[in-house]
């Protein structure tokens, strides 16, 4: 279960990732003007970076040893779990897009397999 948690991060936050640095206006859709500025467009690229970082992390970890992945596996519960609380505060407060809706979900499944391979190890 691991080992798939790991591997389906890894494709997500890679589509993220790619997302951010070709695609920012579409990806940020509802939320990123089409008129945005060279500014904005740059930052959300240069964001793509860090998530293509951490799914090569959790794609080269899928067959790491327990001790390693005691590292990775907590990166990713405090990751997903920070962007999960940000998507609830966005939801309850009606600031988000409705797409965060979807992104809740996917970011609390993924929080939710982090916790549980964390307490499967029992390492954390």
Partial sequence: MTKLT???SALYMALVGLALMFFPIQF???AVPTDAAPE???LLR???GPFLGIAVL????RN?????LRVVILANIVGFGAVAAIDIWGVVSGEARDIAKLFLVIHLLFTSAFVAAAARG???
Wanted: aromatic content about 4%.
């Fill in 122 to 124: 029992g390492k954390l």
């Fill in 40 to 42: 904005l467009l740059a």
């Fill in 58 to 61: 959790n794609w080269l970890s």
């Fill in 28 to 30: 940020g859709r509802d």
């Fill in 64 to 68: 790491a040893e327990p001790s390693t």
């Fill in 6 to 8: 790991l591997t389906l």
């Fill in 46 to 48: 240069l964001l793509g």
